[in-house]
């Protein structure tokens, strides 16, 4: 087994730096790219489940379908491949903390943060679904914080892409605090849950908890189906009733009343960012969401049996109606689930051979025991020890280990005489074959090459600014790397250089124009303040300038307002009208000349008053108001 332990060169290439973590279904290391001289993450799948297909068409999934997806707020996959009996993901190493780190470490989370951070995780699920895939498990775990504030979102390992389905109808996958009420009881599921989970997230943000909590993970699913969650502004009066409304929507138990896609809970997020008012089907569903707090406590508690009349001192109710039968619902989805789990633990007991016991069956019959997955050691031990012979045959196996028992013939449970030759079909491990390096050939140079070795291929397209139309830009796995036969090759072939628009965003606050550049596939290069009248964070200037065409990522860079400079006002009292508007001009002010009658000479032509006083602050370009005396003579 490969080493994964600090200095150890994983499968040949990869320097093992350090430990990032473990969840249920792997383990993180952070290493070098020794081929490529960059820092990666490496994710293993976790030992107890290397040899359950169950999991490791799960944890394969998750490298095709986030392969598909190209975005700034999307973890980068780079390989996906086997080594001594060990599956992993290389993908991009992301520095900064999981969005839990932060929750944890500062919630609540200022309203205008949290949105700009929903704004981030929509345009990732934007990207992933326009491809078909659903992520089903967004969560805070999942969303990366780098330090600069950008975020990324990981793991599509349980996503719905495409034909391909991990589970059968009705089971249920994702984390039980971020689950859709349709995910939760295994129902198929489309943006909206995803969107759905995106509400939990915001919610959490704003109030420094989940809205259903529980002891077990199926007490927390029904909560989704079931309850209401406790208004937002209970737990935190200072989130904005607009911004509930905008989250209670997503919250919404009938997928139909949530946003339909992330742009369209985009466009409300940024008008409550904004100031500006949100749709009235956002209200009026955010308002119902709330209200459905209220009839949680009564419609929990179990009603009697109904009467044969309606009870006179009180009419029917359609909401317990509705929750009874939703209640029904629920109960038979969980007793199929247990039903399901029952049938599939014993399902493995019967070998399919004909039981030709009977209570007539002599001593000399022996019967055949169960040894698929024991050793070639161990079965053959147990078979010698009954009195029977054996035979061993190999044959390859893309999921048993080298020397494990995948068949047997006759099949166990039947009974044989003694000395009976029972075959042993043993693993003798995958039929490996080397991935031919295609990086740079035409398309159809490639597909040749890799299909001939018996594995499949699958082509994904994207821009590029350096390689030929049509030629290879990267593959999974890479070249080299040995895969079971069957295996898929998935090569992104260039389309060329991919230009766009660049948006106009001067006039804009820095935020905003930083989540205008991600929405049209670029990203805001350097940062520079200058003092300008435009309110403090505004944008003033961009470069390129907005209807310039540029390469998909490319950056734009921005001049900032840091607000106008202060100069101090001059003291002008008993100067002259000219040195007094000299000294104004000269400290970057505006003189408004004025003239008033006196009755002193001595006052003839000086300034008498000003305003603003001297020595207060005022920005470069304000006015200053000073009065001239103009002596006119004495009066008799």
Partial sequence: MDDTSPGALFDGRYRIISRLGQGGMARVFLAQDESLHRQVAIKVLADRHSDDPHFIERFQREARAAARLNHPSIVQVYDQSQTAGMSYIVQEYVEGETLKDLIRRASPIEPRRAITIALQILAALRIAHQQGVIHRDVKPQNILVQPDGKIKVADFGIASAGDTEMTEAGSIVGTAQYLAPEQARGLP??????????????????????????????????????????????RNPL???????????????????????????????????????????????GAATIAMTQLASETLVAPPLPPREPPPTRGGNPNRKRLWILLL??????????????????????????NTASTATTSALVEIPDLVGQSQADA???????????????????????????????????????????????????????????????????????????LLVTVVEDSSDSVAVGNVISQAPSGGVGVKTGSTVTLTISKGEQTGTV???????????????????????????????????????????????????GFVNVV??????????????????SNAEAQITNAGLVANTQESAVTDPAQDGMVVSQDPASGSSRPQGSTVTIVVGRYTGTTA
């Fill in 189 to 234: 599921v489309g943006p909206p849950a995803d969107l759905y989970a995106v509400g939990i997230v915001l919610y959490e943000m704003l109030s420094g908890r989940v809205p259903f909590e529980g002891e077990a993970a199926v007490t927390v699913a029904m909560r989704h189906v079931q309850e209401a969650p406790e208004a937002l502004t209970d």
């Fill in 239 to 285: 989130v904005p009733v607009a911004l509930e409304s905008v989250v209670m929507r997503t919250l919404a138990k009938d997928p139909t009343q949530r946003y339909q896609s992330a742009d369209q809970m985009g466009i409300e997020l940024d008008r409550v960012r904004q100031g500006l008012p949100i749709s009235d089907e956002t209200s009026v569903i």
């Fill in 329 to 354: 619902v629920i109960g038979v989805v969980l007793l199929a689930g247990v039903a399901g789990v029952y049938a599939f633990s014993r399902g493995g007991s019967d070998g399919g051979g004909p």
């Fill in 380 to 454: 053959t031990a147990t078979l010698e020890q009954l009195g029977l012979a054996v035979l061993v045959t190999k044959q390859t196996s893309a999921d048993a280990p080298v020397d494990e028992v995948i068949a047997m013939r006759p099949n166990p449970g039947g009974k044989v005489p003694t000395g009976t030759t029972i075959e042993l079909q043993v693993s003798s491990g995958p039929n490996l074959v080397t991935v031919p390096n295609v990086q740079g050939a035409a398309v159809g140079d490639a597909t040749a090459q890799i299909e001939v070795l018996g």
């Fill in 503 to 553: 948006p106009n965003i001067t006039k804009m606050d820095i935020t905003n124009a930083q989540n205008t550049l991600i929405a049209a596939g670029l990203v805001l290069g350097s940062e520079t303040q200058a003092n300008d009248a435009a309110p403090v964070g505004q944008v003033i200037s961009q470069d390129p300038a907005a209807g310039t065409s540029l390469p998909q990522g």
């Fill in 560 to 577: 900032v307002s840091k607000g106008p400079v202060s100069v101090s006002v001059p003291s002008v009292v008993n100067m002259t009208r």
